[in-house]
């Protein structure tokens, strides 16, 4: 039995059945290759009979999959309110949206990837470059692998361990500046 739910006047013991639990998945950071690029979450919350959307506090709509559109790079606060008649819960995330397209051409000249059908490689050209992170998420946003290397020449992503799909490379800098690219299994 959950208890302690709380409503807007007094606690309830509630059943399992009874108990919200708001919830959705959407990725922390969202590359975007252009501005006005829209993301779909949904609501995966248990119990739920209602849901309200905020992006940043502004009420966003209360369907179960919210589409939204990033005009500005920058910080959002995306937060589910899920009730039923019982009680609500409250479920909040940071996304961060940065524009790839911006830096990339800066680290093109550092990094060069090779899309190979058993593999992905990382070949590091500037030894310069200091501490990268290398990540690969899948469609949705999920991050699949990743790496940190300080002196690696070279990384390389076994293609066979993934699901067919459409992937995204994302390589970030020790300073900050991210490269990304698309590829498909």
């Known amino acids: 039995m959950i208890k302690g739910c709380s409503t807007n006047e007094y606690v309830l013991d509630l059943s399992d ?7 959705f998945e959407a990725p922390s950071e969202l590359l975007i290759e252009n501005i006005g690029v829209g993301l ?12 309200q959307w905020f992006l940043d506090g502004d009420y ?11 005009d500005e790079v920058g910080s959002y606060t995306l937060k589910l309110n899920s009730s039923n008649e019982y009680c609500d ?3 909040e995330q940071q996304i961060m949206v940065s524009a790839a397209s911006v830096i990339q051409e800066n680290l093109e000249k550092d990094f060069l990837t090779v899309n190979r059908e058993s593999e992905i490689s990382i070949i590091r050209l500037n ?23 300080t002196t690696k020449n070279r990384i390389s992503i ?3 361990s993934l699901s067919s799909g459409v992937y995204f490379l994302e390589i970030r800098t020790e300073d900050g500046q991210v490269m990304s690219n698309k590829y498909s299994k």
């Open 17 to 23: 059945q009874d108990a919200v639990r708001a919830k």
């Open 60 to 70: 966003r709509g209360e369907e179960d999959v919210i589409s939204l559109t990033f």
């Open 40 to 51: 779909a979450v949904e609501a995966i919350s248990e119990n739920a009979e209602h849901h």
């Open 127 to 149: 030894d310069n470059s200091g501490r990268i992170d290398v990540k690969l998420y899948d469609v949705k946003g999920s991050k699949i692998v990743e790496y940190l290397a």
């Open 89 to 91: 819960d409250t479920y």
């Open 158 to 160: 076994d293609k066979q």
